[in-house]
């Protein structure tokens, strides 16, 4: 896993702070992405919510994240063409992508992987589950 810097916000005045990583929840269940957001933000993250693979890109239009969490299965754009696409768009290729996939569905993970996400999580989860994901990807790495 590539070590990455705190991400560094740039102000009007030109000074610099750090500023909380950034990620975007993306479920077409909006209790599942409100709860799991809810955690993120407990836990010191920025989090937003698109309810499905159109609205995910236009959030990431207006500010690519650091980290999105992505459902699979979605009205409009499913989560296979939507981490495609992320993947394609040079400003959001390094955003770090784990798919959330129902246990049921056999070979959602290897399809995701191969659209693009880094890791694949069964649904349903545990937040402290994917707290452990999201701290181990964005935490610097401290020697």
């Known amino acids: 896993m590539p070590e990455r810097d705190p991400p560094v916000r740039e102000h009007a005045d030109g000074s610099r702070k750090t500023r ?40 990431m239009d207006e500010q690519p994240p650091d980290l999105v969490v992505l459902d699979l299965r979605m009205p409009r754009m499913d989560g296979l063409e939507t981490c495609r ?32 996400a880094d890791e694949c999580l069964s649904k349903p989860f545990e937040p402290p589950k994917i707290l452990e994901r999201v701290r181990a990807v964005l935490s610097p790495v401290e020697s």
């Open 20 to 59: 909380p990583f950034d990620i975007l929840v993306v479920d077409d269940s909006y209790p599942l992405a409100r709860a799991l957001s809810y955690a993120l933000t407990r836990a010191g993250y920025t989090c937003r919510i698109a309810r499905d693979g159109v609205e995910a890109l236009e959030r």
């Open 85 to 116: 696409r992320i993947r394609e768009n040079e400003a959001w290729r390094d955003a770090y992508i784990i798919v959330l996939s129902g246990i049921a569905h056999e070979g959602d993970a290897a399809r995701a992987i191969e659209a693009g």
